[in-house]
């Protein structure tokens, strides 16, 4: 594969965003590497290590491994905890929107 997979947005996730996203666990991570399943780049951040892999490999060893039914599962189940997330976000700040409103209605008299 060439450098531009590696460098397109979305191309990459890491380690903890594999397991977090797709279901897997750190040894099954493992084990794909060393069967030449999955390519990686070490990267550090803060000092702490942690592999880079291809979100097209990561998905196709899900694929492989649970089945299709289990990726489109968890894109949807990510897919609907980023929307929650923003949802809440968007309560958050329409709660303190409402709140500086009343404060300058009182201002105002």
Do not use: C
Not at 40 to 45: A, D, L, Q, S, V
Not at 50 to 72: M, T
Request: aromatic share 6%; net charge positive; charged share 35%.
């Amino acid at each position: 594969m060439s450098d531009s997979v590696w460098t397109r947005k979305g191309g990459t996730l890491s380690d903890k965003s594999a397991r977090k996203e797709y279901g897997l666990t750190q040894e099954e991570i493992i084990d794909a590497i060393q069967a030449g399943k999955l390519q990686f780049r070490e990267n550090h951040i803060h000092g702490n290590p942690y592999f880079r892999l291809l979100r097209e490999e990561v998905e196709a060893l899900v694929n492989d491994k649970y089945g299709k039914n289990h990726l489109d599962k968890k894109k949807l189940e990510t897919e609907l905890a980023q929307i929650n997330k923003e949802l809440r976000k968007l309560k958050s700040q329409i709660t303190s929107l409402e709140k500086r409103k009343v404060e300058l209605q009182e201002s105002l008299g």
